[in-house]
Each structure stands twice: as C-alpha cells, then as structure tokens.
C-alpha cells in the first residue's frame, strides 16, 4: 500500500544552494533512486541526477542518505525510517555541478598517476603460468564499480582535502590490483608513499564499510601495500643490501 514520504533534496549547484521538501507516495519495494526519479517526473523536472544502470553495478548515482554514503539504486525504502525525511544531498567530498551530481573527474585524473601495468616476458613457449593463489588474490579488486563512495567518506579527502597528496582508497586498490598481480614487473612502492601518500591512511576502514561491493579495501589492498612500502623504503636490512649493491 502506498504511503506519503517527505523527501529533503538539496538544490543548487557551485554557487551555493539549499535543501526542498518534497512529498510523495511511495510502496513496496521502491528504492531510493525509484521515489527521486518519481520526484523528478512529478514535481521537480529540472532535478539533476547521475545514474544509468539502477542495478549497482555502473556507481553512477552515489549519494549521501541521511548523512551516509550509499549508492540510490541499493538503498531500499524500508531500510529507512519513512516517519522522518529522508535526506538525499550530492556526496561532500567532490565539488557540486548541480543538484545531486557532482564532479568526480579529478578521480580520473588520478588513476592515471598510476604506474600503469607492465607484464614481465613471457615463458619460452610464449605464456605465462601463475598459481591459483595469486589469481584469486587480485579477483576482489576487480569488482569495483568506481562509484567513489570510499573516496566520499574517507576523512583525508573529506575533511582535509588533500587531493593533491592523496589518491584515496579506490586508487589504492587499484594499485594493490596491479601489484599484486603475478605477471606484472613495475615496482610502485616509492611512488605510493611519495606521490600518492598511502602514509596518510590511518586505517580507520570506513571506505570499507561504505563499498557496495564488499571489497574489504583496508585489509585486503592498503594494509598490504603500507607493508611492501615499509619493506623496500624503511627495513634496516634492505637498507644495507641496497648500500653493498651500489658498492659494487
């Protein structure tokens, strides 16, 4: 049965803007993204919105709902609670263009600061052979949508703004995906302590909670790479292996 639901949008774009109450019936198993889409047809014909697939896999229509960093089209209804408004606004971390979307180009920007994949030679035979282990390890990485929902919360971009030393978590994982696979050669550690400041993490996890995916970003990628940074750049014994080989 369809019930009334006020739903408090922010409107504006760079030069500032506000929240709007809008009210509207929603039923059974509508989502987040069905009641804007609804507004949007209804009520409010010039809400800008981002989205494409409306099935959480093309990250397009990220979000923060009452306050947290969700994608629209997997957020169900009643998962909220409907008795109060339910608060929709662009994510905070990136600059707004207008309404709900903002702009997330400087993530593009960044990837490609990213020492790109470079196979080691091939087998006599022309192929290359990998364990299963080392296949499976980088799957993970792999489902991310590049919604830039863990870029959005994590507090060293949010808060501190720091875009021009940081890539933030979902190009960590991209790194980690590239380093981790078996057939690649490139070393990246100076540059992702340098260039890309992974020291500025300080695992808190929250880009984790946030990803749609499940990937377990802080664990699985940025642990691992603060690990391999520590290694090559700061373990006394390599220090001294690195010495005796200049040396000689």
Same mark, same amino acid.
């Given at each position: 049965? $369809?019930? /009334? ?23 059974? &198993? ?36 009452? &306050? ?10 009643? /998962? ?29 920007? $960044? ?23 080392? $296949?499976?390890? !980088? ?11 863990? /870029? ?15 890539? &933030? ?51 699985? $990628? ?7 940074? !520590? ?18």
């Amino acid at each position: 049965m $369809a019930t /009334q639901t006020t739903f408090r949008i922010w409107r504006g774009d760079s030069t500032g803007g506000r929240f709007e109450d809008y009210n509207t019936s929603v039923s059974e &198993g509508m989502v987040v993204l069905d009641a804007v889409h609804q507004i949007q047809a209804q009520q409010a014909h010039d809400l800008a919105v981002r989205w494409n697939c409306k099935a959480g896999k093309c990250g397009s229509c990220s979000a923060e709902i009452n &306050g947290n960093p969700r994608l629209m089209c997997m957020t169900r209804l009643n /998962q909220l609670n409907l008795a109060q408004p339910v608060t929709i606004e662009p994510m905070r971390t990136f600059p707004p263009i207008r309404d709900l979307v903002t702009d997330v180009s400087w993530n593009y920007r $960044a990837k490609k600061s990213i020492r790109q994949f470079t196979p080691r030679p091939p087998a006599a035979d022309g192929a290359w052979r990998v364990n299963q282990v080392e $296949a499976e390890r !980088v799957q993970e990485f792999r489902k991310c949508i590049e919604c830039f929902l863990c /870029q959005d919360v994590c507090h060293v971009l949010r808060e501190h703004h720091m875009f021009d030393q940081f890539v &933030g978590p979902r190009h960590l994982v991209y790194a980690a995906a590239l380093e981790m696979n078996p057939i690649d050669k490139e070393r990246r550690e100076g540059e992702l302590s340098r260039e890309h400041g992974i020291g500025f993490c300080n695992i808190t996890k929250c880009c984790t909670k946030v990803c749609p995916e499940g990937i377990t970003i802080t664990d699985n $990628a940025i642990i691992p790479l603060k690990e391999r940074v !520590v290694d090559q750049l700061y373990d006394p014994v390599v220090k001294v292996f690195r010495m005796i080989r200049r040396r000689d």
